[in-house]
């Protein structure tokens, strides 16, 4: 097991303008058993790749860097570095990022998603 996870910083900053970059920190490889945990780099005008969608657990983030816009329940948010964002299961929502420089970050997912379904489901 290791117990020190850190996120590839340089990754992010040399990964290109337009792309969207996924660091998996913990999960079903890495000896998780309660959750997953991804670093996620979005760019400007990029977002969930399903669209307004739900999850069979709890999807949480953390920002990092950068703004990012959340629709959940109908209302619409900006959310800067510090905010914590909580979607719970099966409550419909999307991200995006609507500024002019990526969105960092951390995205945290329990109980364990089961690797074999679905992680998002379009809606």
């Known amino acids: ?3 020190v ?3 590839d910083f340089a990754a ?3 990964s ?3 792309e969207r970059l996924t660091q998996n920190l913990f999960d079903h490889t890495s000896g998780a058993k309660t959750c997953t945990i991804n670093c996620i780099k979005t760019p400007a005008g990029g977002g969930s790749p399903a669209g307004m969608h739900v999850h069979d657990v709890d999807q949480i983030f ?3 860097s950068g703004i990012m816009s959340i629709e959940i ?3 619409q948010y900006e959310c800067s570095p510090g905010s914590l964002i909580v979607f719970p299961a099966g409550v419909r929502h999307r991200n995006w990022n609507g500024s002019s420089e990526p969105t960092v970050h951390l995205a945290f997912n329990t ?3 089961d690797p074999n379904v679905p992680f998002a489901k379009s809606v």
């Open 1 to 3: 097991m290791e117990y």
């Open 5 to 7: 996870r850190r996120i």
């Open 12 to 14: 992010i900053d040399k």
């Open 16 to 18: 290109g303008a337009d």
């Open 62 to 64: 953390y920002i990092l």
């Open 73 to 75: 329940e109908g209302k």
């Open 111 to 113: 109980p364990l998603p």
